[in-house]
């Protein structure tokens, strides 16, 4: 699967977690669910895949792990460092420097990381801490401003913060992404008039939710995503048809259809 991660500030996304998660939080096993819909999107498997990399030429450089992390956009950077910490001298510290060096030039360059950094990444995705890493970074990262964005505009179900979730993920969490969750949060309610909130209706919401995604995703204004993010639509669509069949609490079995096919009978990281 190709990755459609938008490039992020890493300072803009500590202060959104800073802010806090919705009140009443999703329990474990919808949580395993939005990491295993993830999994389906950016992989086409069922449960995340930790030593999944790539070079998909689509600007991010190296995409791996569960979430694609990247190497041009900082979120990879930010998971070695944290991994260091945990655990120093492991296989991937020694490539930090030119980690932070691509993130901070924004470059997609895979050759400063030299050929063996695929097998390295591989072999620290066989850690269960790295693993553990992975699932907790994504989640400090996207989850976290998809489920305050969710308390404050009054979002309910399951289905609806996997919506703001993974749109925070591909098209960015933060204020100053133009194609980001809290803009298409904001032309959305401009569109309906509101939200749950304010008393909208949620499903309908969300479909006027995912329209809107889909227009940015077919004309972003993100730069370099001209080509890649009109493929991604399906990720809405599929999003939309859980919605449309009456599957807002995620529970398995849970196929996740608009050209996936994927069914999720066991949710876990």
Known sequence: MKLYLAPVSLAVVAGL????????????????????????????????????????????????????????????????????????????????????????SGSDSVKELGSKFPADWKTAAKDKAFQQLQITVGHDMYLTPALTTASKIGLKTNLGIENLF?????????????????????????????????GKNEKAWLKTYNEIRVKHMKKPCTPGREADWPQAVDRAAALQKLSDTGKQDLRAPLTIGAGYDVTITNPHD
């Open 17 to 104: 977690v800073l802010t806090g998660a919705a009140s009443a939080a999703p329990d474990k096993t919808t949580v395993f669910m939005f990491d295993d819909i993830t999994a389906v999107f950016e992989q086409g498997a069922n449960a995340p895949q930790y030593g999944n990399i790539e070079n998909d030429k689509d600007g991010c450089g190296w995409t791996a792990g569960w979430i694609g992390f990247c190497t041009a956009t900082g979120d990879m950077l930010q998971l070695v460092e944290k991994y260091n910490k945990a655990k120093p001298g492991n296989v991937l510290e020694k490539y930090t420097p030119t980690l932070r060096k691509l993130a901070d």
């Open 166 to 198: 993974d749109t925070a993920l591909m098209m960015g969490p933060g204020a100053g992404d133009c194609d980001g969750m809290p803009k298409i949060v904001k032309e959305t309610t401009a569109a309906a008039g509101g939200t749950p909130a304010s």
